[in-house]
């Protein structure tokens, strides 16, 4: 989608630290990362939110989760335990309008989220 930061990094119009790369999602770091590791992982084509994910899109999600997990895995994070986060709409925080997951790790982080 025209003007939006995440198709733009997805073309490759905005460089990126890439992570992860295959034919539906890009990972690339977080470039204000709150934790050691922050690593967005970021479907290719434009969805502003989970809610707005058509019948046939849902796969996609589960796929984002394998690849979450792999990342995980080859960072070094997931024998101490990580964080996935979704951010969705206004109160949830959701600062950029294509749907992304925050991978979060290498600290311990705090729960509640403020
Ligand atoms: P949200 O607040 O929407 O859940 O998360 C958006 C995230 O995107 C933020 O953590 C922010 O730091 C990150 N971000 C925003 N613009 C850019 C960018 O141009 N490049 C990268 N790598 N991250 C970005
Ligand atoms: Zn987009």
Redesign the pocket.
Known sequence: MKDC?FCK?VKGE?P??KVYEDDKVLA?????P?APVHV?IVPKTHVQSIMDLKEDEYQLIGHVFKVTSKIAKDLKVDEKGFRI?N?IGEDG????PHV?F?LLGGRALQWPPG
């Open positions: 930061i990094i905005i990126c630290s690339f770091n977080d470039i204000n709150e967005l986060v951010n925080g959701q600062t950029v992304h925050h």
